[in-house]
């Protein structure tokens, strides 16, 4: 079966970067399109960037300008890279794949942004 892996998380401080990772077990051209997620205690899981396979990109409000996401299609990863980071980017962040009418999940990986 498909598997996602995030990795990347950790403990940066406020205004600091961190880039995560989310490796594929195929290659990323079977998906449509690659989302990373986020979800922090007591709420709702939020879409936090997306690019499809085309390479078009799409990002929450929240994140646009801080954050990019990106794609290398020879080691089947994409990429969330997180700049000038808030205590309120502090979630689990999740990678997620769609291929047809069905969205792979990976683990999560912990991103926690304080001083």
């Known amino acids: 079966q498909v598997q996602l892996v995030e990795s990347g998380g950790g403990l940066v401080q406020p205004g600091g970067s961190l880039r995560l990772s989310c490796a594929a077990s195929?290659?990323?051209?079977?998906?449509?399109?690659m989302r990373w997620y986020r979800q922090a205690p007591g709420q709702e899981r939020e879409l936090v960037a997306a690019i499809t396979s085309g390479g078009r990109t799409n990002y929450a409000a929240s994140v646009k300008g801080r954050f990019t996401i990106s794609k290398d299609n020879a080691l089947s990863t994409v990429y969330l890279q997180m700049n000038s980071l808030k205590p309120e980017d502090t979630a689990v962040y999740y990678c997620?794949?769609?291929?047809?009418?069905?969205?792979?999940w990976g683990q999560g990986t912990q991103v926690t942004v304080s001083s």
């Open positions: 195929v290659s990323i051209f079977s998906f449509s399109a």
């Open positions: 997620n794949g769609q291929v047809a009418l069905h969205d792979y």
